[in-house]
């Protein structure tokens, strides 16, 4: 997937779109609270599995049932990209999946 930095009309027009994401210090965060530790993991797991596919990945914490996520391309200089945008709307997709209604 070509990857490249959304101006800042790309990003408002992206947050816009994205439930619950803003821009913190740089990066899209948002933070996931589910109702357990299991469905947390199995909420990241299935995570995992779509970053690899798309060779892009979070930065998150867990915290029992918390997951807190930013989301940046280190490799076009630490900016936020389409391939974030996408990671962020396959996250919000998975948690509805799983029953998340944050």
Known sequence: MLKYKLNETDLQNALA???GWTVKEG????EYNFA???EAMGWMVSV???AEKIEHHPTWLNIYNLVRVDLVTHDLGNV???LDVEL???MNQLAENKGYRG
């Open 17 to 19: 779109n994205l439930s």
């Open 27 to 30: 990066n899209l965060h948002k």
């Open 36 to 38: 357990s530790f299991g």
């Open 48 to 50: 995992a599995i779509y």
């Open 80 to 82: 936020i990209s389409n």
């Open 88 to 90: 962020a709307h396959q």
